[in-house]
């Protein structure tokens, strides 16, 4: 029998209706301490005062979302063609169904990872191990909650193909500003350079609904 983490099957179609848990930090970083990301065609790093903003995000998926899983995000703010927007450079979930449609679909570089949540009303502790054995720890503290729900919308910009596509999303849920978190690398890996850093800022969403992609003509 297939567990949660183990979806047979093809990806869904987009756009993906989800919903759970997110916990999300905001770093600003200076430019020299990041990678060089490749990024698609006519995106930049949106640079202020020499810093880029980098967002990453703990993301428990659940019923009734048409997905179940667990992701560690990493999305780069850029600019497109005049606008803002971001764009993932780094993700590990734990669903191939996920995977395979974020590669597939969108263009997001997912890679397979073990995941460990413990949350509380006030806190989450989060746990990725890699495939290559290297793990991130993450301790976000829930502080209070915020008007809402509302909603926000945005986009993504990803190369799909060698082409540069913009991945609309909209999302609402209720926010809790956070009162601190902690970002803890082990081994190295993609965003061993958050190791031991404090965010700038923190938010989490409870009880989101989130849709994620374009929907077909019609519909």
Avoid: C, N
């Avoid at 490749?38 to 790093?45: C, F, M, V």
């Avoid at 949540?117 to 495939?131: G, Q, Y």
């Avoid at 082990?186 to 929907?215: E, H, I, Q, S």
């Amino acid at each position: 029998m297939p567990t949660r983490h183990q979806t047979p099957g093809a990806p869904p179609p987009e756009p993906w209706r989800l919903a759970g848990d997110m916990d999300a930090a905001v770093w600003r970083l200076p430019v020299r301490e990041v990678p060089r990301w490749r990024l698609p065609h006519g995106a930049r790093p949106l640079v202020v005062g020499g810093k880029v903003t980098l967002v990453t995000f703990w993301v428990d998926y659940r019923p009734p979302g048409v997905l179940a899983y667990r992701e560690l995000l990493a999305a780069l703010a850029v600019t497109h063609r005049g606008r803002i927007a971001g764009t993932a450079v780094a993700g590990w979930v734990d669903d191939e169904r996920s995977l395979r449609g974020g590669r597939e679909l969108w263009g997001i570089p997912k890679e397979r990872g073990v995941f460990v949540f413990s949350r509380d009303a006030s806190r989450l502790r989060a746990r990725l191990t890699t495939a290559d054995g290297g793990t991130v720890h993450g301790d976000h503290r829930t502080g209070v909650p915020l008007p809402g729900p509302f909603p926000v919308r945005a986009h993504l910009v990803q190369d799909v193909g060698g082409e540069a596509v913009r991945v609309p999303l909209r999302v609402t849920g209720r926010p809790y500003v956070g009162r601190r978190a902690r970002f803890t690398v082990d081994g190295g890996g993609p965003l061993g350079f958050l190791d031991g850093r404090r965010p700038t800022a923190t938010v989490a969403l409870r009880g989101f609904r989130f849709a994620f992609g374009r929907a077909a003509p019609g519909v």
